[in-house]
Structures are given as C-alpha cells and as structure tokens.
C-alpha cells in the first residue's frame, strides 16, 4: 500500500509538469551529496514551472511583494560604502527568491509533501555514514570528481572538538541539515508507524533513519540543533495531544536547563543525572575563556547599533564582517541572526517586509491547517476548504519545518551555505504551493 502510493507520487497531477516535477526530484536526492548536480536540477525544474505556469505565477500576491523586495534590496546595494560586495549579496537572496516563486506552482498536493519528505530522508543516508564515520572511524579526505560535480572535505574529529560535521563546512550547518530531515521523517514516521506490526520493510528504514538523525543531531553538539529538535517533539506531542510525553519531554528539557544555569546547590543535583555534555554546553563550561567578541550578544548589539545608524538603507550586504572585525579584532562573517542582519545590511524597510511575507505565510499555513478550530470571524474568505484529515499530518510537518527555520535564523544564518539556503526556500515554496492549491479549490467552487 506504501509503495503503491510513492510509485503514484512521482506522477505530477498535472501532466504539463511532470518534467519539472521529474527535475526537482532528482535535484533533491542528489543535492546533499553533489550541490552542484542536485542546485542545477532544481533551478531547472522552477524554470520550466515558470515557462508553463508564468500567467498564474506572476499573479500571486506573495510572489508580488517578493518581487517588491527584491526591488528595494537592489536598492539598498546603490547605498553601500563597498558596493561590488553588496552586489555580490544579493546572490544569496535574488535567486532564491525567483526560484522560490516557480516552485510554488510545481509543489501543488500533499502527497507531493510526502514524496519530497521521503526523497530527503533517503537522501541523508550518505551524510548519516559519512558523519558517523568522521566521528568514530576518524574519515578525513577529500573526494572530488569533476571538478565541483562531486566535492566533498572530510575534515578530521579532533579539528572539529569532537563535533559531527560530515561533509558540510560547520557542525552547525549540519545541524541544520539533520533537524529538518528529522521533522520531515518524524512527520512521515507519525503517519505510518501503526505498519511496524506488519513488519514493513520501508518504515523500519524510515525508523532507524530519524532515530540515526536523531543521535547526529546530538553528536553535533549544536546547541541551536538541539533546541529545535526538542521544540519539534514538543510541537508533535501537542498536535498528537499525547499528554504524558509532553510532561516527559518538557521535565527532561528542565533538568537540562535546571543543571546548566540553576544556583549551584540546585544545579548540582541535577548535574548527577544530566551528561556533563549537555549542561556545560548550554551554559559554555565546556569552552570556558571564549573572547566577548565571539558572544551572539555582542555580535546582536554591533548589529543593531549599525541598524540605528543607518536604519532606512543599511550599511549594504556582506558589510558586516569587516566592520565587525575593524573594531573588534575578530573574524565573525555575520551576527549569527538573518533578521539582525537584513536589518543592518539592508535597513528596517526590507527587514520588515521580509518579515511581513514570512509572516502572512506562517499565518495563511495555520489557517489551512486549524481552520475548524478558527472562529468565522477570523477565517480568511479564500480559504474555506480545509485539510483533509488524512493530510494534515504532513502538511503539519512542513509547517513545523517552516517554524523551525525561522527560529534556527535567530541564533544563526543560513543563506551562506548553499544547500542549506535552497533547501529552506524548495520547503517554502511546497508549504505555499499547497496552500494556493487549497485556495484555487475554494475559488473554483464559488465561481
């Protein structure tokens, strides 16, 4: 039954776009390994979408005001002290939005969701085998075909301070990585795991594959990773309404915290049954003397210090780091928040927009999902249709995915690394694909 559904899932519901749907999933199985291969597939699947779909693409709201922003932001670059750098900023923005915007219309139906969820899970396999041998096979090598076709750096363990990082540049860009395939998975697991009694082969692989997501995600020691893992439990144990987990997972998440920063009598207690891994990593024990310039809370008020100071335009893209690094001595590349960033960077008006988009499709998403438990008076008129019960699981955990990426950028920023970056937007662009989808029904309806 599960495979008849995937096999149906790699047929796009619109035979125009099966192309591009081929392309995408292709670009997304790929990606984790080759970003080269997996970036070229996917931007060729949103340009095809936007070939055929270009009427119904170019009068979406959302796509509008994303075109608005990438106006005022091209702007902003005409304002910058160094303006090649500026320019060149934009490339971690620009074209992810545009690609964003055609692959909201390839992304049309939850069982698309799936599929996409599926295809990333089978594709964190290799990163999985690759960080657990760094880590206890002591990997380190580079492998490199063709160029950038295939690139991949193995650094060594003992470089890392015994952090995973497989093959991505920073163990909290790992983090990053794993914690969506571990929402994504976990959404698929939560579906299908009443099948383990029958023994079914594919939801024992899907099982050991998001525990294994799991335990990387410990091993790298992300403290931003660690947190958005334990706010994804706590967001499917409340969807679930399974009470006694969400008692269990908020009392360990405690400890936790009660032996990383309590008084030390209290503490104390705690620490005999908390890791010393866990509790000296939340509160820094375990990298003791770190210089104030390295602080997120000193790079977070030289952000906003530059936002004050020019707060309609920004002091322009890729400012940060050498003026950052003039008056601090250190190199630090960004303030470790998106948001911070675009606000110092690009000025409060693009901030807010930015925000504003990012907002009105948290909020549009909520609505699909809980749209029955919404009083009338705040339903939005174009969406009357809901989810459909067997649906709302997986569209929940793109939500959850969506959630999760915001609040990583509070504590981190994502857009420089390029997997990473193209991820979060194919993400976005399926929540919104689906959401269109659901609105275009109720239209069709009432016309």
């Known amino acids: 039954m599960l495979g008849t559904s995937l096999n149906k ?4 519901p619109n035979y125009r776009l099966q192309t591009p749907w081929n392309w995408l999933q292709f670009g997304l199985l790929s990606f984790p390994l080759s970003p080269f291969l997996g970036g070229i597939s996917i931007v060729v699947a949103s340009l095809l979408t936007w070939r055929k779909q270009h009427h119904i693409i170019s009068n979406r709201p959302i796509h509008k ?40 219309s390839l992304v049309q139906t939850p069982a698309q969701l799936r599929q996409i969820s599926w295809i990333m899970v089978f594709g964190s396999v290799p990163i999985l085998i690759i960080g657990f041998g760094q880590l206890f096979l002591g990997w380190n090598f580079q492998f490199q075909v063709l160029w950038i076709v295939f690139d991949w750096i193995v650094a060594p363990e003992k470089s890392l301070s015994g952090r995973m990082a497989s093959n991505f540049m920073h163990p909290n860009i790992l983090a990053a990585y794993l914690v969506t395939i571990f929402i994504l998975g976990l959404g698929l697991w939560l579906e299908n795991f009443h099948k383990l009694k029958q023994k079914n082969r594919l939801i024992i692989f899907l099982t050991i594959t998001v525990f294994a997501n799991f335990i990387a995600i410990v091993l790298t020691n992300s403290r931003n990773g660690w947190g958005i893992t334990i706010f994804a439990c706590l967001a499917y144990t409340l969807y ?11 009392s360990i998440t405690s ?8 008084p030390l009598p209290i503490a104390q207690f705690f620490r005999n049954f908390v890791p010393y891994g866990i509790w000296a990593r939340l509160n820094d024990d375990m990298f003791p003397g770190r210089p104030v310039a390295l602080m997120r809370k000193t790079q977070w008020e030289f952000a906003w210090n530059l936002t004050q100071q020019h707060p309609i335009t920004g002091s322009g893209l ?49 609505q699909l999902l809980f749209i029955n438990k919404i009083p009338d ?15 709302r699981l997986i569209f929940f955990s793109y939500l959850i995915t969506f959630i999760g990426w915001i609040l990583f950028n509070t504590v981190d920023v994502t857009t420089f690394d390029i997997r990473l970056n193209t991820l979060s937007w194919v993400f976005v662009a399926a929540l ?16």
């Not at 679930?240 to 908020?250: K, P, S």
């Open 240 to 250: 679930q309404g399974w009470r006694l987990i969400v008692a269990a997972v908020v």
């Open 65 to 104: 005001g994303f075109a608005i922003l990438s106006i005022l932001l091209l702007i902003t670059t005409g304002f910058a002290s160094h303006k090649l750098e500026a320019f060149l900023g934009l490339f971690n923005l620009l074209p992810f939005f545009f690609f964003f915007t055609g692959l909201t």
């Open 318 to 366: 890729r400012s940060f780091g050498g003026l950052y690094k003039t008056q601090m001595q250190i190199d630090v590349n960004h303030p470790h928040n998106l948001f911070l960033m675009l606000s110092a960077e690009t000025g409060l008006i693009t901030t807010l927009i930015f925000c504003g988009l990012l907002t009105w499709i948290l909020i549009t998403a909520s």
């Open 255 to 262: 400890s936790f915290f009660l032996a990383a920063f309590a």
């Open 9 to 12: 899932s790699f047929y796009h």
């Open 377 to 391: 008076f705040f339903k939005k008129s174009e969406i009357s249709a809901s989810l459909e019960p067997e649906n």
């Open 432 to 447: 919104c694909g689906v959401i269109y989808q659901y609105q275009s029904r109720h239209q069709s309806r009432d016309n």
